[in-house]
């Protein structure tokens, strides 16, 4: 309807034909405006290795798997590895649990799904060939994820390994139960097929100088772990079995039988995998650590598993001698107790001189791992030996970078596979291509105090299914199905990222959000800047902008002084999530 | 969008409601279901105002303005014209607390005694917000006005506009709000499908400036109301048969509602108050339980 020209036009009685959408452009009514942007979720910024969730899970409830896929391989290209291992910081910084203490979203489980759907789809493939080459020492995680990212960038990449098959720790130091070496069997077969050489059984130090690769490539990533075993430094340490090699050869090891006791030094993640592999080959187990369950490094869940398994702990227990006895090895350990802090913020354990005696069948050593670093030239090397690595994993030599537990230590597999593709991230920028890859998501994250958990569903946490084997080390979890993928979907807030779910469409009071196909548009020419939309985004994907200061991004104008979005704006003060990006 | 709200829209926007209107967002979700074969009838209300000054309209259904007191006889009329025209058009008599409990209610109780054909909705904002915010039979006990100041805060309980409307024993009634989306949408096409009788629909509708709260938390404010249980979502069906439609799990304090809204300013200077508010919340579920329970057993006659 139009309205009429002219009042003497209208019938007598009053009627109103036009529309209030052309005549009152109540935009003009607002101070403060919705922008739509995208902010970084806390399960993104807890992630080592930086992965956008709510954009995957996304893109899964959308069904566009191959995408889901995409999104993931920008920041991690082994989702059925880390899908099935990783610690899944992610989780532990959901905001579903902080806002409302439901469970988190089992997000490890979807990852897992989503590597699994996915394992016939080729990984998202190399930009345009570059004919430079690089070479990668070590295929364990760091060293494939560094591969794949240089791969991606164009360059071409020969990964070296000194052992008869590539994997790494992956394949030799993570059971089967947990990591079947056929899903490690698969992911190198990926990155086989797009162009990745794999040079196997050649040993760093051994049957090659770094020097030597030099003229054919253009950079070099050393990637060679932590895989020597620290000694455990008592009397008797030649009847100590290595957990690591107890690892190595769990599979083929019958020498633990029905009933056989067996003891673990340590408390970090090798001594649990030796203790649950020696269970399920029937063998009794007792972890001895120096510190209670409280510093155990292993990962917490592990800890839980192992508990579960059977496996017996003795804590501030120090063992201080091993000798063969009649019955066993006997093996002498002294009570600790807790004292002030170390250097690593746990608290030190303290001699008490209370002795006793233990005794076993086997007892396996498993106090850490050290990298090795005999094989590295003189001149990338410090005092007191070690190389010497400086941010993004840069060694003295401007073309040779290093990562993963080689540089840090043993950690997880999703921190090797971050610092893979930051030291391919830095060696493609040195290489003199502008920077192709993102770094990593940066504060101000989504907050508890910003979400809106109202409309969540109320479905309960999912988890992987716990497999029925006769294979003691066959894998001990199912992957979960699709439906509980999309049951557990339903259950993210999609921090800082629109997922169209349409809770700002649908209470708008004023119709100023359209529903176009892939989601809401605000139309500013009617918003009137009630600020509805924004505080009932159940994952705050919308900021509100002072409409004075206009849109400044830089987070420097309208933050407030936590540099959060506030929820309530009642004074007309502007906020702003700094770093964050218009979309709309 | 994963709401089962449809995505038409029937109301343009322009329209002259307040920042954060919850009386315009009622609207805006109701229309969603009636859809375009409709026509409106307004008393005197916020709405009066909110679909547009002549010569525009915001709504893309006809309109007819009328006076305080008939909103549901013009509707009956209006409808019995059609139904002569032929026409099964859906007619609303859309009025606030105002025009429904207490200047209306003559009108209203003549249409729901005979029963006839029309959809009633009140959308209650709990006093005259449109004409500055006095006090009506719909304001709560306790409450500022203009014309109940914070020293003599309105001294009488909240009419029972449900339990009236059930005495007249028509085909289906129920509360409902914006902040419950799908919950509102489905009990508007319940009302649809009972059509040939009387529809009743009393709507919970935040009004930020006569309940003094920040614009941006008009949904939270209708939601805590529910979640505190003072106002219940429900049904009733010839007047008898009650369905409680939500239970809220765990149930909010109601300090936690009353503590959001500037109005209920007196509450905070008598604890009194609070505890009268929440014993009259008490008794009024467990009345609703009862009845919820009963309409659950097979009838006797």
Known sequence: MTPLDHVDDYPEIPVSLGSTRAAIKTGDWRSVRPVEVDRTAPCAFACPAGVDVPRYLDLIRLGRLDEALAVFAERNPFPRITGRVCPHSCEDGCNLAAATGDDPVAIRSIERWLGDATAQIPLPQPFEATRRRVAVVGSGPAGLAAAYYLRRSGHRVTVYERRPIAGGMLRHAIPEYRLPSAVVDAEIARLVDMGIEFVTGVELGRDFHLDELAPEHSAVFLATGACRARPVGITGEHLLDSGLEFLETAGLDLSIGRGMRCAVIGGGNTALDVARVVRRLGGEVTVLYRRTAEEMPAIREEYHHAVADGVVFEWLTLPRSVEKGEAGLVVTVEEMRLGKPDGSGRRRPEPTGRVRQLIFDRVFSAVGETADSTPFPANLKNAEGWLEVGPGGATADEMVHAGGDLVTGPATVVAAIAAGREAARLIDRRLGFSDRWASMPHQPVVGPDEVNPSYRSSARRTSDPKARTVDPLGEETLTVAAEAVLVELERCLSCGHCNACGTCFVLCPDGAIRWEEDGPVIDLEFCKGCGICVVECPGRALVLVNEREGPSFDGTSGASSDGRTSGRHGNGEAVLSKGGQVNA | ?301
């Open chain 2, 1 to 301: 969008m994963r709401w089962a709200v449809p995505e038409a829209e029937f109301v343009d926007p322009g329209t002259l409601g307040c920042q954060g209107c919850g009386g315009a967002l009622s609207m805006r979700l109701v229309l969603k279901e009636v859809g375009d074969d409709a026509i409106a009838v307004l008393p005197a209300c916020c709405w009066s105002i909110i679909d547009g000054p002549w010569p525009t309209h915001a709504l893309r259904i006809p309109v007819f303005h009328t006076a305080f007191e008939t909103a549901a006889v013009v509707a009956a009329g209006i409808k019995a014209a059609k139904r002569r025209q032929g026409r099964d058009t859906t007619v609303i008599a859309w009025a606030g607390d105002g025009g429904t409990f207490d200047i209306g209610l003559q009108a209203l109780s003549g249409a729901a005694e005979r029963n006839e054909d029309i959809l009633y909705v009140c959308y209650d904002n709990e006093a005259y917000m449109n004409t500055g915010i006095q006090r009506s039979s719909a304001t709560p006990r306790g409450t500022w006005t203009t014309t109940t100041p914070d020293e003599n805060p309105e001294p009488r309980i909240k009419k029972d506009i449900m339990g009236i409307i059930a005495a007249h024993r028509i085909p289906y009634a129920a509360t409902a709000t914006a902040a419950y989306p799908e919950d509102l949408a489905r009990k508007v096409r319940t009302a649809m499908e009972a059509r040939g009788g009387m529809r009743f629909l009393h709507i919970l509708a935040a009004c930020p400036p006569g309940w003094k709260v920040a614009a941006d938390q008009a949904i939270e404010v209708m939601r805590r109301a529910v979640r505190s249980r003072v106002f219940p979502l429900y049904e009733v069906r010839d007047g008898r048969h009650y369905t409680i439609t939500y239970r809220p799990e765990p149930v909010l304090p109601i300090e936690e509602y009353l503590g959001l809204q500037g109005r209920f300013a007196p509450f905070g200077a008598d604890p009194a108050l609070v505890a009268a508010a929440r014993r009259e919340v008490d008794d009024r579920w467990a009345w609703l339980e009862e009845q919820h329970e009963r309409s659950l057993q097979p009838a006797t006659t």
